[in-house]
C-alpha cells in the first residue's frame, strides 16, 4: 500500500478537512504478517467477507459437489470443519483427490511462525485438521517451524527468544496427536544448518533466481525500507512445499548434488488459514519454471477463528484478553468467556425473551460450531438462542464447558511431550505411511464421449494392479496415461471455457 504524495496532502486545506471530514471507513486488509476486519464511516469495525476475499484472489469456494467426492473418494465423512464452511476456500483440491484416487502419493505440508510460547486455541485449529487429513489420506507430512521468519518481521524480537518460541510450539503441535513414524517436524534456525538441507538449499537459491523483487513486492506489499532478510524469506517458505526438499522422507541419499525428479514431481497439499494465500500464490506462479519443474501445490483455506471480542478480530498473541490460550486455567477460559466474549443477546432479559438472539455474531455460539461435533445439538442450540428461550448465560456456559474439555485435554497430552519426544519429530529420518491401499481412476473417456467414468483397478495373479477401462476390459498402462492426459486436457479446455464466460458475464 503506497502512501500518498507530501504535495496531494498538503494541498487539502483546512476548510476542506472541515467541509468533508475524513470517513473512518477503510477495506479489510489481509496478509501473512497483518489482518485488518474491514470499518464502516463511522469506524465500526465489519465481519469479514470471505466470499470477497476468494473472488479477489482467485480461489474457488469449496461446495458440496466437492465434498460428495471426498468423501466417495476417501470413503470419509469430510470434517465438520469442511461441512460448517470453516475451511471455505481450495486451490486444485480436485487434482489432489485425483492423485490420491490413482493410488499415487503427494506430500502434505503447513507450518507455524512462532510469536509466543503458547499457541491458542486459533492456532490449534490448522494443525487438527491437517491431523485429520494426514490420518484420512495416511500421507508423509512436514511441519516448518519459522523461527527465521518470525525474527526478521518482528522488531522486537531476538534470535534466542523466538527459537524457544518454535520448541515449546513444536511440543504444542506435536500435543494434537500426530504420528512419529509419518512425520517430521523442523525449526528452520536448526534444518538450515544441518547437514540434510542440501537439496532444500538448492531449490531455494534456484526459486529466489526466478523470482524478482518486484513480483516479492506485488505479493507482500514490500518496501525500500523493508530488511532484505524478509525478502529473501519468501524463497524458502515457497520451496518447503517441493517433496524434493526433503528426500530423506523418502528414503534417498540427501547429501548427493543433483535433486530426484520424481519427488520434484509430486504433488503437495497445504492447509493453512487464508492470510498464508499470498506465499503460495508466488509457488505456483514460478514452481513450472524449476529445471526440475513441480506441479502447483494445492490448498485448503480457513476462515479466522475470531477473537473473544467479536466480528472482525483474529486472535492476538499480543493481546491474551482476545483469545484463549492452551496453558490458560479453566478459570482464565471461565474469566476470559464471560467477561470478553461478545454476545449477540439483546441489552435486557426482557428484550432477549422477546426478540432473541444472533447466534451469527454470537463468539460463544462460533466457537461451539468449531468444537461441537453433534450437527443437531448446534442447530438446537441457534435456534433457541433467536427464540429468546436459551440466554447469553447459557451460551457461554456451554462454551466454557466445551472450551475446559478441549482444553485440558490438551493439555494433558502435552504433558508427555518431552523433549526426547520432540527430538524424535526433529529427526531428519525416513517416514512410514501406506497412502491409498484401494486405488481406482477417474479417467474422461473422451473417444467415447461417455463422460466421467470410473475406472477400476483389478488384479493380476500374484497381487499386480492393473487398470479396468469403462468397458471392465483391462487396459495397458500406455492407454491408460493417455485416457489421463486426454482428461487433463479436456479438463483445462473447461476450465478455460468457465473462465471466459464469467469474464463476459461479469
Known amino acids: ?82 461441512r460448517r464452511g470453516l475451511f471455505f476456500s481450495h486451490r486444485d483440491l480436485h487434482l489432489i483427490l485425483d492423485t490420491y484416487e490413482r493410488g499415487e502419493g503427494f506430500l502434505l505440508y503447513t507450518g507455524r511462525g512462532p510469536s509466543s510460547d503458547s499457541m491458542h486455541i486459533g492456532h490449534t485449529i490448522p494443525f487438527e485438521f491437517t491431523k485429520w487429513l494426514q490420518d484420512v489420506f495416511d500421507v508423509p507430512l512436514v511441519i516448518m517451524m519459522t523461527d527465521d521468519e518470525k525474527f526478521l518481521f518482528k522488531e522486537k524480537l531476538k534470535q534466542p527468544e523466538v527459537y524457544h518460541y518454535a520448541r515449546d510450539n513444536a511440543k504444542d503441535i506435536i500435543s494434537m496427536g500426530f504420528d512419529v513414524k509419518k512425520t517430521f517436524v523442523y525449526i528452520d534456525s536448526e ?121 472482525g478480530g483474529k486472535m492476538s498473541a499480543s493481546n491474551p484478553n482476545s483469545a484463549i490460550f492452551m496453558s490458560d486455567t479453566e478459570k482464565q477460559i471461565k474469566n476470559k468467556i464471560n467477561k470478553h466474549a461478545f454476545s449477540g443477546g439483546q441489552e435486557t432479559l426482557e428484550l432477549h425473551r422477546e426478540k432473541g438472539g444472533n447466534p451469527d455474531i454470537d463468539v460463544a455460539y462460533q466457537y461451539l460450531t468449531y468444537f461441537e461435533d453433534d450437527d443437531d445439538k448446534l442447530v438446537q442450540f441457534a435456534d433457541a438462542y433467536r427464540k429468546g428461550e436459551m440466554l447469553t448465560g447459557d451460551m457461554k456456559k456451554e462454551c466454557i464447558t466445551m472450551m475446559m474439555a478441549y482444553v485440558k485435554q490438551f493439555q494433558e497430552a502435552r504433558e508427555k511431550v518431552t523433549d526426547e519426544v520432540l527430538e524424535e519429530f526433529m529427526r531428519p529420518r525416513k517416514l512410514e505411511w501406506k497412502g ?28 499386480e494392479n492393473i487398470v479396468l477401462g469403462p468397458d471392465g476390459k483391462p487396459m495397458t498402462k500406455n492407454q491408460a496415461k493417455k485416457m489421463a492426459k486426454l482428461a487433463e486436457q479436456e479438463r483445462k479446455k473447461k476450465e478455460k471455457a468457465e473462465a471466459s464466460a464469467a469474464a463476459k458475464t461479469s
Open 191 to 311: 534444518f538450515f544448518t544441518s547437514g540434510f538441507n542440501r537439496h532444500f538449499s538448492l531449490n531455494t537459491t534456484e526459486f529466489e533466481k526466478l523470482v524478482t523483487n518486484n513480483q516479492v513486492r506485488g505479493a507482500f506489499g514490500f518496501h525500500g525500507s523493508t530488511n532484505i532478510g524478509s525478502n529473501a524469506f519468501a524463497a524458502k517458505q515457497c520451496v518447503a512445499a517441493f517433496a524434493s526438499s526433503y528426500p530423506f522422507i523418502f528414503g534417498i541419499d540427501c547429501k548427493t548434488y543433483h535433486r530426484d525428479a520424481k519427488l520434484a514431481a509430486m504433488p503437495c497439499l497445504i492447509p493453512c488459514a487464508i492470510d498464508q494465500d499470498p506465499y503460495f500464490r508466488l509457488v505456483r506462479e514460478n514452481c513450472s519454471r524449476m529445471d526440475q519443474p513441480s506441479p502447483k501445490p494445492a490448498l485448503i483455506h480457513s476462515k479466522f477463528l475470531t477473537a473473544l471480542q467479536g466480528a
Open 1 to 82: 500500500m503506497t502512501e500518498p504524495e507530501p504535495s496531494s496532502v498538503a494541498a487539502l486545506s483546512l476548510a476542506e478537512t472541515a467541509t468533508h471530514p475524513t470517513s473512518k471507513a477503510h477495506e479489510q486488509e489481509i496478509n501473512p504478517w497483518d489482518v485488518q476486519a474491514a470499518t464502516d464511516e463511522q469506524g465500526n469495525i465489519l465481519e469479514f467477507d470471505y466470499e470477497a476475499i476468494s473472488k479477489n484472489w482467485d480461489t474457488k469456494l469449496i461446495d458440496a459437489a466437492l465434498l460428495e467426492r471426498f468423501e466417495r473418494v476417501t470413503g470419509h465423512k469430510p470434517h465438520r470443519w469442511l
Open 436 to 463: 491409498n491401499q484401494n486405488p481406482t481412476m477417474r479417467l474422461n473417456n473422451v473417444e467415447k464421449g461417455l463422460g466421467v467414468a470410473e475406472i477400476g483397478l483389478g488384479k493380476k495373479e500374484g497381487g
